[in-house]
């Protein structure tokens, strides 16, 4: 009798299965390996993520931020679990400015202490807030504030919006070794603190402008990484700006302020891994930030999105599949610097590829100065850099085990979302074709459940916008930070209504007890299914209208007015120190 052992039987069936059609069904096999996603294994990657973060600098709590100790070892792991499961492991350095609030932050003005936004307790409304990248006061400072030329006549004709903007409203100022306070309005803090800076200013506070409901409460701004400023730089609520200049007319105002920051110049760096198989013109590329913010060990944000890849990348090497498509994984740094290890991925990939496709051009019409390109001609050097790309679509997780969780796919084609406060793609974006087909068989998965989804605008708080950017198709998943969950969203998928998707979104508390391991779960499972769906896709998606086609090349970017910010991007990559050009603090306006 003949007899059969495990792998032999296994390697004939899966001859059998080569020869019929089972892995030319890009649907089934999806469905195969999304199945397979356990959810004690994902949340096994998770574990390990919380014990790998280590003390911070103010021993407050653990972190994974980029630059931690707590990053690297969560880096060593990744490279670790992908190298045993035979993918091919890169990493990618770079360097970007890591800074960060110390604990002991204090402010007073005429000895009535102050409460900063760390501080305050639960409904107290907080006075002061650090400006994110400013300076320290090396020690206690104390000083007189000084009055730039704030306006309070917001109905007048010839009202100010612009104090401190221009460095003439210093001039006949007694601002040298003062503390400058600045009305809001009409320009950056950055801006406003420079000048004072420039001025002799020891220290700035920036309240509020108070011209409306919505600019009455504190400042929570931030300089950005590019700022030059040195010393401290606060922001405050505007009764509180208007209460010390009216006090000023009378009197000296006195101010004593502490606060203690890190910042340096840190190398970090981004993890990229691949299938040693697959097409490598056709590559599918999934990623998560791996670096989680200074105050806590990010398990939701985003361990949660880490676990999901990784799981995935083990679950796809154990099931031996052999894929059509190269699959790359990308484990993020410093996303929470401002996306700067995928815009360091992007833009440097994407503008030398850019440019070859330029360089090809000008050569085949016999031409040498860009600047001679006529649009049509344009359109041939974007229909080139198309092809030239070999990474086809990109998918994004961040965040998908919030513990009040919703089941967000991003609105990539923006046919919900067009006309949301939160949508970043206004003016004349189209999103790169294939955008809305991801959409699309995100919700095919979660329809097959039984699950409800909603559509996320986009925002470009996370690590999908270079890609977006740089016209790759893309999409991804999210289940919600800070903003609070509404009636409907609970009656979609339970939980509470009108508190946050993630009570402990940038927090210590971030932890393993911060995350649902359902949604992980489900969210994990429509990763796998999404991506081995084109993973094993001949076409990775149907064929453009032919009505459209002629601008199938680069439609987002074929547009004249276009052209203008592919140059753009161009020049922003050139220096990639400028790396969040495009991004600040995610939370924390500029202005
Ligand atoms: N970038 C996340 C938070 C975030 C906010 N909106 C979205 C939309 C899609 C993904 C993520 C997010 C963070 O790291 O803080
Ligand atoms: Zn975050
Ligand atoms: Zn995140």
Not at 306 to 326: C, E, H, R
Not at 522 to 542: C, D, K, R
Request: glycine share 8%.
């Amino acid at each position: 009798m003949q007899h059969y052992n495990k792998t032999l039987l296994a390697g004939l069936i899966s001859t059998t299965l080569l020869s019929g059609c089972w892995w030319d069904n890009p649907e089934k096999v999806a469905t195969h390996v999304s199945k397979k996603i356990d959810r004690e294994e994902v949340v096994s990657h998770l574990v390990e993520l919380e014990g790998l973060a280590s003390v911070t600098t103010d021993g407050q709590s653990t972190t994974r931020s980029a630059g931690s100790q707590g990053y690297q070892n969560s880096l060593e792991y990744i490279l670790t679990v992908m190298q045993d499961n035979g993918y091919m492991v890169t990493t990618q350095a770079f360097d970007f400015r890591a800074w960060e609030e110390l604990a002991g932050t204090e402010l007073s003005v005429n000895s009535v202490a102050l409460i900063g936004v760390r501080e305050a307790q639960e409904g107290v409304e907080p006075d002061f807030a650090t400006m994110s990248y400013s300076g320290s006061s090396n020690g206690v400072l104390n000083g007189t504030l000084s009055f730039i030329t704030p306006d309070f006549r917001f109905d007048a004709a010839d009202y100010d919006s612009t104090d401190g903007c221009e460095a003439s409203d210093f001039t006949g100022k007694d601002v040298a070794g003062k503390i400058a306070v600045i009305q809001r309005g009409g320009c950056t803090f950055d801006s406003k603190v420079v000048n004072a800076q420039n001025a002799g200013a020891i220290a700035v506070i920036v309240f509020n402008q108070g011209n409306s409901e919505g600019r009455k409460s504190v400042v929570n701004g931030t300089l950005g990484s590019d700022s030059s400023a040195t010393i401290p730089a606060f922001g405050a609520r505007f009764d509180l700006g208007k209460a010390w200049f009216d006090l000023a007319g009378s009197q000296t105002v006195e101010a004593t302020l502490t606060v203690s920051v890190q910042d340096e110049i840190v190398v970090t760096e981004n993890v990229i891994a691949e299938t040693p198989t697959g097409d490598a013109s056709q590559v599918v590329m999934i990623g998560a930030h791996l670096d989680s913010v200074p105050e806590g060990p990010g398990i939701n944000d985003n361990g949660s999105g880490t676990a999901g890849l990784l799981a995935y990348a083990v679950t796809l090497a154990d099931s031996k599949i052999p894929v059509k498509n190269k699959i790359r994984f990308a484990w993020w740094a410093a996303e929470e610097a401002g996306l700067v290890g995928s815009e360091y991925y992007t833009n440097s990939l994407f503008s030398e590829i850019y440019a070859k496709a330029q360089q090809q051009i000008l050569e085949e019409l016999g031409l040498t100065d860009p600047a001679a390109l006529t649009p049509e001609q344009w359109d041939l050097v974007e229909a080139r850099y198309k092809e030239l790309n070999d990474i086809k679509l990109y998918l994004n997780f961040d965040m998908i085990g919030s513990p009040n969780y919703i089941l967000g796919v991003m609105d990539g084609d923006l046919s919900d979302t067009k006309d949301s406060p939160d949508n970043a793609y206004t003016g004349d974006f189209e999103p790169p074709y294939g955008t809305s087909d991801i959409e699309l068989n995100f919700n095919k998965f979660f329809a097959s459940k039984q699950l409800s989804t909603v559509p996320q605008a986009l925002s470009k708080r996370s690590d999908y916008a270079g890609f977006a950017d740089w016209g790759v198709a893309f999409g991804g998943l999210f289940t919600g930070a800070e903003k609070t969950k509404t009636a409907d969203e609970v009656a979609l998928f339970g939980g509470d209504i009108d508190v946050a998707y993630d009570v402990c979104y940038h927090q210590a508390c971030d932890d393993l007890n911060n995350v649902s391991q359902e949604a992980l779960h489900i969210n994990t499972q429509a990763l796998a299914y999404v991506t081995t769906y084109y993973a094993m896709s001949e076409t990775l998606f149907p064929a453009q209208e032919p009505a459209s086609a002629e601008v199938t090349t680069f439609s987002s970017l074929s547009a004249p007015k276009e052209k203008l910010r592919i140059g753009e991007r161009l020049k922003a990559a050139d220096s990639v120190s400028d790396h969040d050009h495009f991004h600040g603090d995610f939370d924390q306006d500029l202005q």
